[in-house]
């Protein structure tokens, strides 16, 4: 099982992105999932969180102008990004919770990043 983000890029401030990340696999279901970023020289830091319920999260720096959404027959979560500022710029990652298989239930489980380039 594995997660797989797309969607990054390169855009002007102002500018829009969405990030899309799919678990792979024979899976179940998916648990809580999460946006995560990580700019060059910093920690990283969470964005937003969606639950198995759609109850979503997210840090105040996005507020208003991310969202996160999720679609579970897909096993697909979605990070829609607007009005962009050039302190977005970082590699974004996708974190599920927990991927449960007929085997076992795998707990955190992170993507592979997809870098967001914003310019002035």
């Known amino acids: 099982v594995q997660l797989q983000a797309s969607g990054g890029g390169s855009v002007q401030a102002g500018g829009s992105l969405r990030l899309s990340c799919e678990a792979s696999g024979t899976i179940l279901s998916v648990g809580a999932m999460s946006w995560h970023r990580q700019a060059p020289g910093e920690a990283r830091e969470l964005v937003a969180t969606i639950s198995s319920f759609d109850i979503t999260n997210y840090a105040d720096s996005v507020k208003g102008r991310f969202t996160i959404s999720r679609d579970n027959s897909k096993k697909m979560v979605y990070l829609q990004m607007t009005s962009l500022k050039p302190e977005d710029t970082a590699v974004y990652y996708c974190?599920?919770?927990?991927?449960?298989?007929?085997?076992?239930?795998?707990?955190?489980?992170w993507g592979r990043g997809t870098q967001v380039t914003v310019s002035s």
């Open positions: 974190k599920a919770d927990s991927l449960i298989t007929f085997r076992m239930t795998y707990r955190d489980i």
